[in-house]
């Protein structure tokens, strides 16, 4: 692995249904993020997480929730998916919770129905 | 509130300049990044301003103006491969980021 991963690429999912997008980074950062990213609205913040043990809410954090075990995995979870929720998703990480860049991994594209 | 402007979309033909313009105010500041988004991509990161004034990288410039709250980036010898989405974001005093909606940059030839 190089970088940061993301899982699945792609997902059509029922309305109700619950989903856990996967993402693992190999660059040993501390600190973690999920975006979601709609057309005309920009990247906006659902939850991140400055260590490994730790997580914070974002701007829009309401129907999702993240777990941060380790420093490498930062899963995010739809407890009943709505179709509001659909949107491109990426995590991103960098080094720490300072003026570091952030990278972005590959984007996972949910789709609601 | 935090707000970041930035135009919507841009046209320009290539091998020309195109200067794409960030306004913003937020609470607190700790820089300015420029990232490109291609279509169906994540973004990845261009440039990062904190302290006014220009910073040049190959073809890519960034200028940044703390007292007026704004920015630009600055695309020479423009190429195809430019096509795409300038994302201008600020890192505010809780060190997150606040995104610009994007500018969809398009060449022609």
């Known amino acids: 692995i190089a970088g940061i991963t993301q899982a699945p690429t792609s997902q059509i999912l029922a309305a109700g249904r619950r989903m856990t997008l996967r993402c693992t980074q190999d660059m040993r950062h501390n600190a973690m993020y999920w975006y979601r990213q709609d057309l005309g609205l920009g990247l906006r913040l659902i939850h991140y997480s400055n260590t490994a043990g730790t997580t914070g809410k974002g701007e829009v954090p309401d129907g999702y929730s993240v777990s941060r075990a380790n420093t490498d995995d930062f899963p995010l979870t739809l407890a009943s998916a709505v179709p509001s929720q659909t949107s491109v998703y990426f995590c991103?990480?960098?080094?720490?919770?300072?003026?570091?860049?952030?990278?972005f991994g590959p984007g996972t594209r949910l789709t609601v129905l | 509130g935090q707000n970041i402007d930035q135009p919507t979309e841009m046209t320009a033909t290539e091998g020309a300049i195109v200067q794409i313009n960030c306004t913003y105010q937020t609470s607190g500041f700790n820089g300015l990044f420029w990232y490109q988004q291609h279509a169906g991509e994540a973004p990845t990161f261009l440039s990062y301003?904190?302290l006014d004034g220009l910073e040049e990288k190959g073809r890519f410039s960034s200028f940044l103006s703390r007292s007026k709250g704004y920015s630009y980036l600055l695309l020479k010898e423009l190429q195809m491969k430019d096509s795409a989405s300038y994302l201008c974001?600020?890192?505010?005093?809780?060190?997150?980021?606040?995104w610009g909606a994007g500018t969809k940059l398009i060449i022609k030839p």
């Open positions: 991103a990480s960098r080094l720490a919770t300072s003026t570091d860049t952030q990278y």
């Open positions: 974001a600020v890192m505010d005093s809780n060190y997150q980021l606040i």
């Open positions: 301003n904190v």
